[in-house]
């Protein structure tokens, strides 16, 4: 890979890509030839209709697995069991159930940003915004049975892993003999992750027996392997650990993107501003309010078309075949870059430019399936979408019903070269009282 490449990963590959118009490129990365996929034809083809010849493992995989272990995000039948198990529990109907209780979690927790507000404090978006998410992700994950103080725990684990793992990313082929930079920060905040999450398990057995709780725990405790054994916790924890992973991770990453855009595009900010004005008011914001806040989906959309958090789907080739004229070889990684294909010109007008009305109701949707595909496709799509949309916006509305953000720090704002995409450096806030000022004005 070029310098350029491992300085800047995903602005890298994306001008790679931009350059051979969604072409397959074949990179080198030290002795291991990788092939870039990003042109929406070869994308659907991979992780759609021949999505079993490509697998979620090899050496891209490898340091995830110590994390997230033979849960949802892994493959073959662990894969199967697991999301036979979890699918039914994130269709839109039951998620929309929780909406009520997601609504009074989210409102609470951003209610005591007030005290920063108060005081003047300046915030770090990324912490703060994930506390937020963390507290509703709790909520639906597990119920009432982890602490405040756990929660900062599981924060501070995440945060730790994703920046513990960027040489083992950039450098996959490197041998785990060998000690890297980051290895033992990373089996720390595996550490940590368990010590939270495991007397979790055990307290919902013991409630399960009592006939308590209906969270994922819970159903998780409750289900049965194939052969009607109970699940182990082993396998218990791998499921609740990936599955925390892709319900926080997402709206975390969309929220902390979303004040460094709103900065640099005050158009955007001002309509989205009078939208929940107009819709929340003062709050608080409710599930009944998300069908009139189109413009605020719209944003969120954008921002995860630039920013998407799940920006790299690694995938290892079972056996050779021809893609896009290229042959793939059995064994070789294929890379699929969703912060790529959201870029090239052929399939989006001024790709490089924030423009939420692309996603307008009105505007017509004539764009390939899989040239818009921040949650994935085929089998494996995420299955917390429908969370992410009732989530989200309930946040952003009840932030900004509340408060103006005001960006201290300077751009330009790039992505940090870590597993999941989020800013390079600090997004810093202050918050300023809604109605207070001339852009609170209501």
């Given amino acids: 890979m070029t ?66 272990g033979q849960g949802i995000l892994s493959d073959g039948p662990t894969w199967e069991s697991s999301r036979k198990i979890l699918q039914p529990l994130f269709t839109a109907q039951w998620v929309s159930s929780l909406g009520e209780a997601i609504a009074k979690t989210v409102d609470e927790r951003v209610g005591a940003l007030e005290e ?40 501070s684990a995440y945060h730790a892993a994703d920046s513990a793992v960027t040489f083992r990313m950039l450098m996959p082929f490197m041998p785990y003999a060998l000690p890297m930079p980051g290895d033992r920060a990373f089996m720390d905040a595996v550490r940590r992750v368990d010590e939270v999450v495991l007397p979790v398990i055990d307290k919902a057995k013991r409630d399960t027996r009592a006939g308590a709780g209906v969270d994922i725990v819970t159903a998780l405790c409750q289900a049965r392997e194939a052969d009607g054994r109970p699940r182990g916790d082993r396998r218990i924890r791998d499921d609740l650990v990936s599955m925390y992973a892709s319900a926080y991770v997402t709206t975390a990453s969309t929220l902390t993107w979303l004040w460094p855009v709103l900065d640099a595009h005050p158009e955007v900010a001002a309509k989205l501003y009078a939208e929940i004005d107009r819709v929340v008011g003062a709050g608080p914001a409710a599930p009944s309010h998300l069908p009139e806040l189109r ?10 078309r630039l920013y998407p958090a799940a920006w790299l789907f690694p995938r290892m080739a079972r056996e050779s075949e021809q893609v896009g004229g ?29 423009d939420p009305e692309r996603f307008s109701p009105d505007a017509p949707q004539r764009r390939h399936r899989y040239a818009y595909f921040p949650f994935g496709g085929g089998a494996h799509q995420c299955i917390g979408q429908h969370l992410f949309y009732l989530d989200t916006p309930l946040i952003v509305a009840a932030i900004l019903s509340r408060f103006r953000p005001v960006l201290l720090s300077r751009g330009p704002f790039t992505p940090a070269p870590t597993a999941l995409l989020r800013p390079r450096g600090k997004v810093e806030l202050r918050l300023i009282p809604a109605g207070t000022g001339p852009r609170g004005a209501r």
Avoid: C
Avoid at 125 to 153: K, P, Y
Avoid at 295 to 304: A, C, N, P
Avoid at 326 to 354: C, N, Q
């Fill in 295 to 304: 413009y605020t989906k719209m944003v969120l959309q954008e921002i995860l």
């Fill in 3 to 68: 310098p350029k490449i491992v300085r800047d990963p995903a602005n890298g590959l994306a001008q790679l890509a931009m350059r051979a118009g969604g072409q397959i490129e074949r990179l080198r990365l030290g002795p291991f030839h990788l092939y870039l996929v990003t042109h929406p034809d070869h994308v659907q083809h991979i992780l759609r209709h021949n999505q079993a010849n490509y697998a979620r493992q090899g050496m891209f995989w490898r340091p995830l697995n110590r994390l997230f």
């Fill in 116 to 155: 920063h507000a108060r005081s003047g404090q300046v915030i770090d978006a990324r912490h703060e915004m994930a506390a937020v998410v963390n507290q509703s992700v709790i909520r639906v994950l597990f119920g009432d049975r982890i602490s405040s103080q756990d929660t900062e725990r599981l924060i």
């Fill in 326 to 354: 290229v042959r793939i070889k059995a064994g070789s990684m294929v890379l699929i870059s969703t912060y790529a294909t959201h870029r090239l010109e052929e399939f989006w007008d001024r790709p490089l430019d924030f």
